[in-house]
């Protein structure tokens, strides 16, 4: 096991990153509560962006050395590339508890605060990343955020999700396993699944998740037949398109209209307008009435209008007189006419006019 860690070291030192990976998961096979090997594993695992491998491995050595401070910074480091500040603040804090000294630990600090402060809205600057000292060779070059390449464990179990507005419930479909084996870490945007049965291989399951999550209201179930996780979104409402972050999947977030500004739309419609032909007979009426005329028009009109207003009696008359008078009399007394036949009389030298109606 001596031989695989310096060579793993070895390795490192030369940028093999690959290979010093796979000489730490040898040596730790054969030695699994080693926290050394599981820290310089997750220091690896960073060079290669294998960012939620480093996070589970440092993880996994704190658990068992929570004194061991290039632990918590390792912790942290991933977790700033993953974008995850709030959890890589903590860790951070954590491991400057135990290296007081240790000036990096306040570096990271300061930057977890000011992109913190970015997410908030409080500061609109972009934020330097802090300039590494050589001392630390676990340090990565730069902090800048990559998306990782989630690559699981062999799926010894198969699982699955499903959610709701508020949360994401993760169901892995191990049966019969002790919950002392289980082991369930949340991070700000990070699940990572332990299952240790005596005797049997290790299961290992972390992804970066879709979204964020509220770690305080995050829990976990170890049933008969499976082991149930609930996930508090961090937004409600946000429709995870997958369990899993992918770097092209685009976050499209549920919208509500206030009632107070919604507007029901109008569509176009075949259906024919109402028409108000009351209306257009009232306006023709008007027009009619208000238009001036002269000569014969005017005439017409001014009888029209007589016409028009009469009662019955007064119809007849006009219409009896005017016809056998051949539209020389018109008379609207229908007791004068209507006993006896209207004769034209036109007065001497006065055009005849024919009045229509």
């Known amino acids: 096991m001596a031989d ?23 040596a730790i096979a054969l030695n699994p509560t080693n926290p050394d090997l599981l820290a310089d594993r997750a220091q690896a695992n960073i060079k290669l962006n294998s960012l939620t491998e480093a996070v589970a491995d440092a993880s996994k050595a704190i658990e068992l050395d929570p004194s061991m401070a290039k632990a918590y910074l390792r912790k942290g480091i991933a977790c700033m590339k993953l974008e995850e500040y709030q959890t890589a603040k903590a860790a951070l804090e954590l491991g400057a508890s135990l290296a007081t000294e ?9 930057e977890c ?31 800048s955020c990559q998306a990782p390449m989630v690559t ?10 499903y959610q709701k507005p508020e949360e994401v419930v993760v169901t892995i479909f191990a049966k019969g396993i002790p919950a002392d084996s289980v082991t369930v870490d949340f991070g700000e945007q990070i699940l990572s699944v332990h299952i240790n049965v005596p005797g049997e291989d290790a299961y290992y399951f972390q992804t970066r998740l879709f979204g964020k999550i509220i770690l305080d209201k995050c829990k976990f179930n170890v049933l008969s037949t499976k082991v149930e996780i609930r996930l508090t979104k ?9 369990l899993e972050y992918k770097k092209e999947t685009a976050v499209v977030k549920r919208i509500t209209v206030s ?43 001014f009888f029209r209008e007589i016409y028009q207003d009469a009662d019955e009696d007064t119809r007849r008359a006009m219409q009896k007189s005017f016809v056998e008078s051949n539209g020389t009399v018109l008379s609207t007394n229908w007791k004068e006419v209507g006993t006896k036949t209207v004769e034209g009389s036109p007065p001497d030298g006065m055009e005849m006019r024919k009045w229509e109606y």
Request: aromatic share 8%; glycine share 2%.
């Open 4 to 26: 695989l860690e310096k060579k793993a070291k070895e390795a490192f030192i030369d940028d093999h990153f690959e290979l010093a990976v796979d000489l730490y998961t040898q």
């Open 102 to 110: 240790e000036s990096r630990f306040a570096n990271f600090i300061k």
């Open 152 to 161: 699981p464990s062999k799926p010894k179990y198969r699982h699955e999700f």
């Open 234 to 242: 961090a937004e409600p409402g946000l429709h995870w398109a997958s």
């Open 113 to 143: 605060d000011e992109r913190i402060a970015e997410e908030t809205g409080e500061t609109k600057q972009a934020v330097e990343a802090p300039v590494n000292t050589p001392s630390l060779k676990e340090e990565p070059e730069d902090v």
């Open 259 to 301: 009632s107070e500004i919604a507007q029901r739309p109008t569509y176009p419609s075949s259906k024919p307008k109402r028409v108000d032909w009351d209306k257009i007979e009232a306006e023709v009426k008007k027009e009619e009435k208000e238009e001036k005329l002269d000569g014969d028009a005017a005439l017409n009109k």
